[in-house]
């Protein structure tokens, strides 16, 4: 089992659509977590950190459920400037704290 | 956006020679990281620094060595490439503890053939 999993997708969608990500993790002790964004042959981007109590940028929004090792980022209203890979990471605390990336979960937003 | 420049941008070798990648920040950041990404496995840690002279491996560090003799230069040598080493290499920096969940910021990124 991998350490975080993602659904590669890809996820087609209309502009304007919401859409929701959905990240599982596999350690428990894990103590921070992330998305990213990645365009098309392009280098990783922060997009937003992920806390306990959920946190809003935007359009976006990102869910923490510790009791189920689940993380999730919603797009509300997406853009065609959305379409990219989406990489949820974690911070793996009893592994020396590094970072583990998910495989991605690609969008594709449509006219 | 941060400061890391990566070189070659592009590389073509053959199996069994030996290859060296460069990634330079102007951030002053005190870690530094090497990472390939392959389809199917997303990203993967080689080695990373956290300070000069200062290193250790991370998850996928076989075939692989770094140096780090000044804080703004990181080199990652493959010192006999193998066609399982043909991947895209991210090198990445953070200010403080990276590895406690402090923001990483990405270089542009290498793309390396192995024949």
């Known amino acids: 089992r991998k350490e975080v999993e993602q659904d590669p997708g890809p996820f087609n969608v209309p502009e304007g659509a919401t859409v929701a990500f959905n990240c599982t993790y596999s350690n428990s002790a894990s103590q921070s977590f992330f998305w990213y964004r990645q365009d098309c042959r392009k280098e990783p981007k922060l997009l937003m950190s992920?806390?306990?109590s959920g946190n809003e940028d935007g359009r976006f929004t990102a869910q923490l459920n510790r009791a189920s090792q689940y993380i999730s980022l919603l797009i509300r209203d997406s853009k065609l400037s959305d379409s990219a890979t989406y990489l949820c990471?974690?911070?793996?605390?009893?592994?020396?704290?590094?970072?583990?990336f998910g495989q991605g979960t690609e969008l594709s937003v449509k006219p | 956006d941060a400061g890391i420049t990566q070189s070659p941008r592009h590389k073509v070798t053959e199996t069994g020679t030996p290859v060296t990648l460069r990634c330079h920040q102007t951030e002053n950041h005190r870690y530094m990281y090497w990472y390939r990404q392959d389809p199917g496995h997303g990203l993967r840690l080689i080695h990373y620094s956290y300070g000069v002279k200062d290193t250790d491996k991370g998850e996928v560090s076989d075939g692989y060595s770094v140096s780090r003799s000044k804080t703004e230069d990181f080199l990652l040598t493959l010192e006999s490439a193998t066609s399982s080493q043909t991947s895209v290499y991210f090198c990445a920096i953070s200010e403080s503890e990276g590895l406690g969940g402090e923001t990483q910021y990405f270089g542009p990124g290498t793309r390396l053939l192995v024949l």
């Open positions: 992920v806390y306990s």
């Open positions: 990471v974690v911070n793996m605390k009893n592994q020396g704290g590094k970072l583990i």
